[in-house]
């Protein structure tokens, strides 16, 4: 896998190289070459398998992280691609001509995060949030305290914890 993964750095300028095991593998590199790269690894080195897309709200850094997650079936590998984007107006090149699921993994990340993916199938159509008009929740701006005691109403009776003391009492009752 490490020669496999130095190869691919000479080829598509890979910033990052992290062996998170021996059958999987973290690279990151800028988002201008994300798709290449992509469809690369689909169709010259077997990574036919799109497992999964996800994306990490770096609010200190200004930045979105994607996280690709493919497959190779036949070498029993994965391999992830990373790229940071700025979360100022958040854009990135669409990957759904790939494999058609990608299309849904980035309607989710349009609305949980705000990110944009211009070209890909019904990207701006609600898909969980129906009527959602806050910024997107999985934004680390998003106040989820002030978002419930604006939206629901205190129901009588329920008290609050301080975790750490609570799961004390639990564990340890008789000290």
Do not use: C
Request: without cysteine; hydrophobic residues 35%.
């Amino acid at each position: 896998m490490k020669k496999f993964v130095e190869n691919l750095g000479y080829k598509f300028n890979i910033s990052e190289i992290e062996h998170q095991r021996k059958n999987l593998t973290f690279l990151t590199i800028d988002k201008e070459s994300v798709v290449q790269l992509l469809s690369y690894l689909r169709d010259t080195e077997g990574f036919s398998h799109f497992v999964l897309m996800t994306a990490v709200d770096w609010i200190e850094d200004g930045l979105f992280q994607l996280t690709y997650i493919l497959n190779n079936p036949k070498k029993k590998i994965d391999l992830a691609i990373r790229t940071k984007i700025l979360r100022e107006k958040a854009e990135m090149n669409s990957a759904h001509h790939l494999w058609n699921q990608v299309a849904t993994y980035q309607r989710e990340l349009k609305e949980m995060f705000g990110i944009n993916f211009p070209g890909s199938p019904r990207v701006n159509e609600s898909f969980i949030l129906e009527g959602w008009d806050n910024i997107p929740p999985m934004r680390r701006d998003f106040d989820t305290k002030k978002y419930s005691e604006e939206t629901y109403f205190p129901r009588p009776g329920r008290g609050t914890n301080d975790p750490s003391e609570y799961m004390k009492q639990k564990l340890y009752p008789n000290e």
